[in-house]
């Protein structure tokens, strides 16, 4: 080691004043180099095709997902009709008695035999009784 070199990690004093030296990192801005500028530049690319790709998809999964709880709410609107009324039309097996003497029309359902419907029947369906 040349004898005037200085150790960067010891203190040199003289009388009139103490410099202390050492050696520490610090962010500094570097200029780029032409090979990192196409790297990041590349990079960059990829990223915002990426983002795109990954934006479409998710108008896609959103519409998919929006379809999806539309069809959920108008199943329970549904539901919550039914449950409110506390009854559910469902086909039941009636029978429908034409009565010439009454001139009505009375609907029983099959498996009650409860009376369903009761009306007056058309002049139509008083002449189908007629026997000619």
Known sequence: ??????????????RDNMVDIKEELKMLPVPLTEREKLELGENLAQGLAKIDLLTINLK????EI????????????????VLRAGTRDTEV??????????????VVRLDTMAEVKRRPMTS??????LKL
Do not use: F, P, W
């Open 66 to 81: 929006k379809a999806d709880i539309e069809q959920i709410e108008e199943r329970c609107h549904l539901d919550a009709s």
């Open 60 to 63: 896609s999964k959103q519409s």
């Open 93 to 106: 097996k009636c029978e429908v008695q034409r009565n010439y003497r009454t001139s009505e029309i009375v």
């Open 124 to 129: 139509e369906e008083r002449q189908m009784g």
């Open 1 to 14: 080691m040349k004898k005037d070199a200085i150790d960067h990690m010891d203190s040199l004093g003289n």
